[in-house]
């Protein structure tokens, strides 16, 4: 019998391409740190979170290197931000209620709104534009899959409208699948229940704009646990 060859370039990658040509400010190192984040985040997130055996000496090679080459002062003569407010600036959540949260699982057309700076309080990605809002994917949380005793379900990570759903498909599939807008109401009302709280994020990688709904505890979530150290990457709700 003869093996289906898989494409070389998967089509959901095109389409992030794609896309990102259309994003101002997208650079071609924004698409690579977005394809890495989203083909492997289960690596991305473990050294983040610390739990992968590389992470110990990933954070020396990066201390060193921030020593190396210190960031430079902004193009006004601004003094360079503290590495853990650029990075907050860079990939960050908002809490949303239960509400909120199930309008974004549940909206019936594409929706475009940028430059959300009064709720979004940081300096890049705070757009919301969904396409093909219907395209849901529940995914494994990397957080909770990273962990040694995890909180349980997994599957409760929401990613939401494409390009960011079909890549996710495409190039996860052991440890995600389709779901339908009310199944993701469905896990939303779940967590919820459990007191876990909701999460939208964006991140500069991913388009510089909203893709994934993430139902995160205190115990697992790697975002939290930053926030409580002094890394602001988590937004208060309103």
């Known amino acids: 019998m003869q093996r289906k060859r898989l494409p070389l370039i998967q089509p959901s990658t095109r389409s992030l391409a794609r896309a990102g040509r259309r994003t101002p400010g997208y650079r071609l190192f924004?698409?690579?740190?977005?394809?890495?984040?989203?083909?492997?985040p289960y690596l991305y997130i473990g050294i983040g979170v610390g739990e992968h055996p590389l992470s110990p000496t990933l954070a020396r090679i990066a201390g060193w290197w921030s020593r190396l080459f210190p960031p430079r002062p902004a193009d006004n003569g601004a003094s360079p931000k503290p590495a853990n407010l650029a990075f907050a600036d860079s990939y960050h959540g908002k809490v949303v209620p239960l509400s909120a949260a199930t309008q974004l699982v549940t909206v019936h057309e594409e929706i475009r709104l940028t430059n959300l700076e009064q709720v979004i309080p940081y300096a890049h990605a705070r757009d919301i534009i969904l396409q093909n809002p219907d395209h849901i994917i529940a995914l494994q949380c990397p957080c909770r899959s990273a962990r040694s005793d995890p909180c349980l379900p997994l599957d409760v990570c929401l990613v939401v409208g494409e390009p960011f759903a079909s890549f996710v498909a495409e190039h996860i599939p052991q440890r995600s699948r389709w779901i339908t807008p009310a199944e993701a109401v469905d896990i939303l009302r779940a967590e919820d229940?459990?007191?876990?709280?909701?999460?939208?994020?964006?991140?500069?990688?991913?388009?510089?704009?909203?893709?994934?709904?993430?139902?995160?505890?205190?115990?697992?979530?790697?975002?939290?646990?930053?926030?409580?150290?002094?890394?602001?990457?988590?937004?208060?709700?309103?």
Not at 30 to 40: Q, T
Not at 208 to 234: D, E, K, S, V, W
């Open 30 to 40: 924004d698409f690579l740190h977005g394809y890495f984040y989203g083909r492997w």
């Open 193 to 238: 229940e459990r007191g876990h709280v909701h999460h939208a994020f964006f991140k500069d990688a991913m388009l510089g704009r909203f893709y994934a709904i993430c139902n995160c505890c205190a115990c697992c979530c790697g975002a939290m646990q930053a926030h409580q150290h002094g890394t602001p990457m988590l937004a208060s709700s309103g």
